[in-house]
């Protein structure tokens, strides 16, 4: 089993940059693979990036490319979140997930909330106008 702990959000100018962190607990870290969901107030949780296990491979939503980056530090059992250009719709409760996959599947990412096997408690991103 693993504990996740979102860290890093705040409020932000459109433009501007946030570096979100997910500290994991667990000694299993590396066969998980991990990602980033968020969810604004009337809407779905969605998917934002996940990486694999392995760390060697990222996927991104669409609405995010080019300007968020995911990382995972298998030492450290955590996984970052860099967002960069912020916009107002950005603005979200965002939650680190991650996916145990036992052996195997090293360049996986998973991009499906009902994927997950494990939460933090999320952490909140507001950007002003």
């Known amino acids: 089993q693993v504990q996740l702990a979102e860290s890093g959000g705040g409020l932000v100018q459109a433009g501007g940059s946030l570096r979100l962190s997910c500290a994991a607990s667990?000694?299993?870290?590396?066969?998980?693979?991990m990602g980033w969901f968020r969810q604004a107030p009337g809407k779905e949780r969605e998917f934002v990036a996940a990486?694999?296990?392995?760390?060697?491979?990222?996927s991104y939503a669409d609405f995010v490319k080019g300007r968020f980056i995911i990382s995972k530090d298998n030492a450290k059992t955590a996984v970052y979140l860099q967002m960069n250009s912020l916009k107002p719709e950005d603005t979200a409760v965002y939650y680190c997930?991650?996916?145990?996959?036992?052996?195997?599947?090293?360049?996986?990412?998973?991009?499906?909330?009902?994927?997950?096997?494990?939460w933090g408690q999320g952490t909140q991103v507001t950007v002003s106008s």
């Open positions: 667990g000694r299993t870290f590396s066969s998980y693979a």
């Open positions: 997930a991650a996916k145990n996959l036992y052996s195997g599947a090293y360049y996986y990412t998973p991009r499906s909330v009902n994927e997950y096997d494990y």
């Open positions: 990486i694999s296990r392995s760390g060697g491979a990222t």
